[in-house]
């Protein structure tokens, strides 16, 4: 019996209810919910088998659009964009999946036909630009910042990249509400309705630590336009139509930028990771004209990614909520996880709810260190905290000695 705690309302058909498996995922990464329901298809049911149940008669097609609600709260505006159909000699099921409406952001053009750029325009403003056309909205949920004096947008270039690019020279980050909506924050604004223990809460613990993907240095550069007023005030020697001049008439150099001319075109950001001792630097170049606490900015952005990515923890526990109230991304839970060694406030980046027959309601989160995506001070946030730390004490009954 499919749990009644999801419902889906999909665009001609009404309330949906006959599944046997169900999960709806959001990932600050990832940008867009997705989601997957395992179904019963009445119409291509009835149509091969003799004892198959009655309405609702219509067939699942990509196309439509859906809205998902869980406990009574609405969680995903989005479409189905995948039906897969499976059937044997005993039954037939589909499976149908897709995203929130802010998926069209991952893989479609942001100006197909123009504007190449924005100027003198702010993070968020850009955002609402790029957006519109996707019937999405945009929240700013952070002072973003002075305005970008130029702000490019390549032709083949997708929206949400045009959109992230400038988000990461402000240290904001870009994520989805689910529901139509975009919003520009920073991690960890909103407490867990509550903690995560392990003896406790916590069904099940797996962690994932590398230092694959983390740099002892991670620089940014850029360039800005016209050396940022800093060139020497000279017309040129030629103009257009003039021949060449030979090289014996040419002014001699040995080739490099002067010193005035590199200050003002060369911009770049630098941040180390101190627990990456050995060499390895990392190179990005930015995908706009930076300031320089722009490039500053990203490439903090990036070296606090990478580090939170090499540290994840994936948890599961029982129900979607605690109280009444829904475990989120972007929440800040207290994680007491003895095997894992974690005893600190943590990031939920991941979240999926999921319902199936054998196992019943699970949330599954993955979490991170919280100083991820914002700016503060990194201080004691990655220190596991000495007061209220519990011992492990015997688990459940079910136990076995290994």
Do not use: C
Not at 23 to 32: G, S
Not at 263 to 272: D, E, F, N, S, V
Request: no cysteine; glycine share 10%.
């Amino acid at each position: 019996m499919a749990t009644r705690k999801f419902r889906l309302e999909i665009e001609g058909v009404g309330t949906f209810d006959a599944w046997t498996i169900a999960e709806v995922t959001r990932d600050l990464q990832d940008f867009a919910g997705t989601f997957s329901f395992t179904l019963r298809d009445a119409t291509r049911a009835i149509a091969s088998f003799d004892y198959a149940s009655p309405p609702p008669l219509f067939q699942m097609r990509p196309g439509p659009g859906l809205e998902i609600y869980l406990e009574g709260e609405l969680i995903l505006v989005g479409w189905i964009e995948n039906v897969d159909v499976d059937i044997d000699a005993e039954f037939g099921e589909v499976t149908i999946s897709g995203r929130d409406k802010s998926g069209d952001l991952v893989d479609s053009a942001a100006a197909p036909d123009g504007p190449g750029e924005f100027k003198n325009i702010k993070l968020e403003d850009a955002a609402k630009k790029i957006a519109a056309p996707f019937d999405l909205t945009v929240k700013t949920e952070i002072d973003t910042g002075e305005p970008f004096p130029r702000y490019p947008i390549g032709v083949a270039e997708t929206a949400l990249s045009a959109i992230e690019k400038g988000a990461r020279q402000r240290h904001a980050l870009v994520t989805s509400d689910g529901k139509g909506g975009i919003v520009i924050t920073r991690s960890g604004k909103e407490k867990a309705p509550g903690d995560l223990t392990l003896p406790g809460n916590i069904l099940s613990s797996s962690g994932h630590y590398s230092h694959e993907r983390r740099h002892s240095e991670t620089i940014v550069r850029g360039q800005s336009e016209k050396a940022e007023g800093r060139r020497k005030k000279r017309k040129a020697k030629l103009k257009p139509g003039d021949p060449a001049l030979d090289g014996e008439a040419r002014a001699l150099g040995d080739g490099s930028a002067t010193t005035r001319e590199r200050k003002g075109i060369a911009i770049t950001g630098r941040t180390k990771d101190p627990e990456i001792t050995r060499h390895r630097p990392k190179v990005h170049l930015t995908k706009s004209q930076p300031s320089k606490q722009g490039a500053q900015d990203e490439a903090d952005f990036r070296s606090r990614a990478a580090r939170a990515n090499g540290e994840e923890v994936t948890v599961t526990v029982h129900s979607y909520s605690v109280n009444g109230i829904l475990w989120k991304v972007n929440q800040l839970p207290n994680v007491n996880d003895a095997f894992q060694g974690i005893n600190r406030d943590m990031l939920i980046s991941r979240i999926a709810y999921r319902y199936a027959e054998d196992e019943g309601e699970i949330t599954e989160m993955t979490v991170m260190s919280p100083e991820a995506f914002d700016k503060k001070s990194v201080g004691n946030r990655r220190k596991n905290s000495k007061r209220g730390k519990k011992k492990s004490g015997p688990l459940d009954g079910t136990a076995r000695a290994l």
